[in-house]
């Protein structure tokens, strides 16, 4: 069964109006249906920049890439769609430049991170509890490690850890007990329905089953997806290509997520002082970025009645600080 639309963007006219300024190249490193691309070059042709622009659409899932190659056919002079992994950013947007006789200097990155509604609602994926499917849970089908890998060969240990560090799962033990107690007596677990029902014995009643459910397959996800480290290096490697003034956009779905980006730009966008006391009049080493959101940005009521994923989005976007200047 597959979905009519693919994937309604989320926040998108708060991401076109923060990254397009000016002609350039932009990164959108998660093409999903190439909903947010789609709004970008669109905004860039708008504003008389098209012809000088580039946008480099990157995602890891074949459907993505057929879908978005689709959707943005009447942009295809201006456009280069690869398939890879985000956390191969820098490497990916210098062979593109190279390609292309471009500086690898960027305008503009997006990270809309997670999975699309097409992802979720295609059932064989394995991402939802809603749906009969295998337990994959890939965004790269080609990658080796499935979802089904870890549920019926971790540690009753090693699976307690993960639904607590990656779902933040209260009842991650007795939780992990019951999957391999069930593993015990029918060999393995054998679907997302085989998986959610030994969750749902486990679980408290009521509305807490939801979450322990939503929490056990995200924790699952993540560590099949690699997602936490993939971020990480996203982050650095995109800043490193932006252009003085150039911005990143980043949204995420859930706190884990969350924290890494606001960590990463904090850190990124502190100047160090050296050790207090010293009294010097300029930093040792300037911020290398500026906040352009101090909070994060939020879907309004309207965008969350329209669209059920906007409830959990939280836009955050930085600036790269140009080099100054040595004197
Ligand atoms: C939330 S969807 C993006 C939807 C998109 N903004 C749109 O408007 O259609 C996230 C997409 O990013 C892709 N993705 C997630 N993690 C990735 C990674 N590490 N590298 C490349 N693509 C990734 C997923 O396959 C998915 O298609």
Redesign the pocket.
């Known amino acids: 069964m597959v979905q009519e639309r693919?994937?309604d963007?989320v926040l998108v006219t708060e991401v076109v109006a923060f990254l397009v300024r000016k002609p350039g190249i932009y990164v959108?490193?998660?093409?999903?249906?190439?909903?947010?691309s789609s709004a970008i070059l669109h905004a860039l042709f708008e504003a008389g920049y098209g012809d000088r622009s580039l946008l480099i659409g990157?995602?890891?899932?074949d459907a993505?890439l057929r879908e978005a190659s689709e959707r943005l056919r009447m942009y295809k002079a201006g456009l280069v769609l690869v398939k890879?992994?985000?956390?191969d950013i820098e490497g990916i947007i210098s062979r593109v430049c190279c390609e292309k006789e471009r500086d690898p200097l960027v305008a503009g990155i997006l990270l809309?991170?997670?999975?699309?509604s097409f992802?979720i609602d295609t059932p064989e994926r394995g991402f939802s509890y809603l749906r009969d499917g295998a337990l994959d849970m890939r965004?790269d089908s080609s990658a080796s490690l499935r979802a089904c890998d870890i549920v019926n060969s971790y540690e009753e240990r090693e699976l307690a850890r993960l639904f607590y560090r990656y779902g933040e799962e209260p009842r991650s033990r007795s939780i992990a007990k019951a999957v391999v107690a069930y593993r015990q007596i029918h060999g393995s677990v054998g679907g997302t329905q085989e998986l959610a029902a030994i969750i749902r014995d486990n679980a408290h009643g009521g509305e807490k089953v939801i979450k322990t459910l939503s929490r056990v397959f995200q924790a699952l996800r993540i560590e099949v997806?690699g997602?936490l480290d993939?971020l990480s290096r996203?982050l650095d490697g995109g800043i490193n290509c932006l252009e003085g003034h150039g911005r990143m956009a980043v949204i995420s779905y859930h706190s884990l997520e969350d924290r890494i980006v606001k960590q990463a730009f904090a850190e990124k966008a502190k100047s160090d002082w050296g050790p207090k006391g010293v009294g010097l009049r300029e930093p040792l080493a300037y911020g290398e970025i500026a906040l352009v959101t101090k909070k994060p940005l939020i879907a309004t009521p309207k965008e969350i009645a329209l669209n059920s994923r906007a409830r959990s989005a939280k836009l955050r976007v930085i600036e790269k600080i140009p080099l100054r200047r040595l004197l």
């Open positions: 693919f994937h963007p959108d490193a998660t093409l999903g249906g190439g909903g947010h990157i995602d890891q899932d993505a890879g992994n985000f956390q809309d991170l997670g999975v699309s992802q965004m997806n997602e993939v996203a």
